[in-house]
């Protein structure tokens, strides 16, 4: 642990960075204010990428009140003026005084032992990278879609870090240590990728280190987000998030995001394939239930973890619906391009 200003000694830095938050880091500032304790204690660091509103006076207004040490980075006062995630991240890991980094989104809940889940792991010596689990919440089928979703993805990004070979994981919920995003020079090799802050920085480290990737399954890791409200939102938030998969620079993550597109289409290639009489009904029929059953065994110990059993029932929706939505975000990932935040992000040159 690191001595900071004023005597503290803190044994995290949370990092949050944050662009027109100030209807989302209320709630958030006020969910740290209710961490159970934890040796050390806690900083907390928003960095404010280029807000144009009131995001930077109230982080000012509440470091006044805060429990813990509240501290406030413009990126517009940085030299060059940089924007974007990546940027304010490593902003906020040059600034941080702690050991370890532990990071979320301005948009995003936390639960009162989110801290001490990760101070937990973090005692284990040989520990670099720890992810977590990210639960969506909302009314509504979309909703309910997107979480099932989600719970397959946090479920897959589990397994493959307990099986050694870590694919993915979530920048809303992971820590990892401050010295170690330098010792692998941080998002060098991937900065003028704007997505990807948080599975590049993953896969780089696991590479240094193999062996020191870390998965937290506590009830008191799991971060709460909101699902996205509309079918164009979700689209857009998903082509941003596969807009790095062609970055890739590891085998494995590319070999997986591609079984995973070719798995969720067994249900439209099987049809297509019966209509055109070159397989049998029974065939494609006996093909998609495989799948199906495949899939519940592996999300009911998931969804049993996170508290929503009941999406179960939505597995067979999200199944015929899964194909082509993947297949279309994927097309859309490739042209690199997307808006987040009123801001177009990579945009290819006509």
Known sequence: MERGLGGEVHAFSILIA???????????????????????????????????????????EAAAQAPFRLRLLRLAELPEA???????????????????????????RVPAGWVRAYAAVA??????????????????????????ELA???????????RGRPTMCNGANLAYRRADFFAVQGFRGNEAVPSGDDEFLLHKLHAAFPGSIRFVQRAGAVVRTAAQPTLRQLLGQRVRWASKWRHYQ????????????????????GAGLWL???????AVVAAWTLKLTADVLFLGPVLRFLGRLRWLGWVPVL????????????????????????????????
Do not use: M
């Open 276 to 282: 055109a009489g070159a397989a049998p009904g029974g």
């Open 123 to 148: 005692t284990d010596a040989a520990a670099r990278f720890i992810s977590g689990p990210v639960l969506l919440t909302g009314r509504g089928a979309l909703a309910a879609l997107q979480g099932l």
């Open 82 to 108: 940089p924007t974007g995630k990546k940027a304010a991240v490593e902003a906020g890991v040059r600034a941080a005084r702690a050991p370890w980094v532990l990071l979320t989104d301005a948009d995003c």
């Open 18 to 60: 944050a662009r027109n938050e100030e209807a989302n880091l209320p709630h958030l500032l006020q969910d740290l204010t209710r961490q159970e304790p934890v040796p050390g204690g806690f900083e907390v660091l928003i960095i404010d990428d280029h807000s144009t509103d009131a995001t930077a006076a109230l982080v000012l």
């Open 152 to 162: 397959g993805l946090v479920g897959v990004g589990a397994a493959s870090i307990y």
């Open 319 to 350: 199944q015929l619906a899964y194909g082509p939505y993947a297949l279309a975000v994927g097309l859309l990932g490739l042209r690199g391009g997307y808006e987040w935040k009123g801001r177009r992000v990579g945009e290819k040159p006509r």
């Open 250 to 269: 590891a085998a494995a993550p590319r070999r997986l995001a591609v079984l995973v597109l070719l798995s969720n289409l067994t249900f439209p290639v």
